[in-house]
């Protein structure tokens, strides 16, 4: 295992489109958090995972953000309608339930045009 | 109310020490961490406190005061390499554990 995987890197998409990113976690790491950053700001929680039960939901995530776990495996977050607003780098991380650190994945970086 | 604090840039020379400060003030506490992270590229773990001391980590060292919601990070001999931005973040407690970052100090190394 590499490490946190997230696909695409890169996606251009048109205002009003729908888009989905994945992450594959590390294996054995039962949390995964989804975070966003813009430019010159650190990350900002979204979202957390343990297993597949959805725990907690930031108030920066509006009713078009939605994101999935259904194996407490991979995870999805999909965006419905795109606004410009959404252009940002979206991270995906996860870490062992008493582990010290999150890992993170290279992110998916979101440009909509 | 939440609020973490750190310099926005900061310059230093090839081979020496700068320190990297941090300040916080969050409603739970459970451990602060220190990140680095090159541009266009994920946050990569450096350091974690969670009792007040100094962590010392090859060239990094971090240091916790929770009374004075305050911690560095120290990186010594300074390479080309180390510019970067250095997010610190605070854990919150409790079942989620998320980590609430700072916006980050962007450090430039100069030969």
């Known amino acids: 295992d590499t490490g946190v995987s997230q696909n695409p890197r890169h996606k251009i998409t048109k205002r009003g489109q729908n888009v989905t990113f994945r992450c594959d976690p590390i294996?054995?790491?039962?949390?995964l958090y989804w975070y966003r950053q813009t430019l010159g700001q650190g990350p900002e929680f979204l979202t957390y995972?343990?297993?597949?039960?959805?725990?907690?939901k930031s108030r920066l995530l509006s009713d078009r953000f939605s994101a999935e776990r259904p194996k407490g495996s991979f995870s999805t977050l999909e965006i419905q309608r795109t606004e410009q607003g959404d252009s940002a780098m979206y991270l995906c991380?996860?870490?062992?339930?008493?582990?010290?650190?999150?890992?993170f994945g290279q992110g998916t970086r979101l440009t909509v045009v | 109310g939440q609020n973490i604090d750190q310099p926005t840039e900061m310059t230093a020379t090839e081979g020496a020490i700068v320190q990297i400060n941090c300040t916080y003030q969050?409603?739970?506490?459970?451990?602060l961490f220190w990140y680095q992270q090159h541009a266009g590229e994920a946050p990569t773990f450096l350091s974690y406190?969670?009792?007040?001391g100094l962590e010392e980590k090859g060239r990094f060292s971090s240091f916790l005061s929770r009374s004075k919601g305050y911690s560095y990070l120290l990186l010594k001999e300074l390479q080309m390499k180390d510019s970067a931005s250095y997010l610190c973040?605070?854990?919150?407690?409790?079942?989620?554990?998320?980590?609430?970052f700072g916006t980050g100090t962007l450090l430039a190394v100069q030969p």
């Open positions: 991380a996860s870490s062992l339930e008493v582990g010290a650190e999150a890992f």
């Open positions: 294996s054995e790491h039962n949390r």
């Open positions: 995972f343990q297993n597949e039960a959805q725990l907690e």
């Open positions: 969050t409603s739970g506490f459970n451990g």
């Open positions: 406190n969670v009792l007040d």
């Open positions: 973040a605070v854990r919150k407690g409790g079942a989620t554990n998320k980590l609430i």
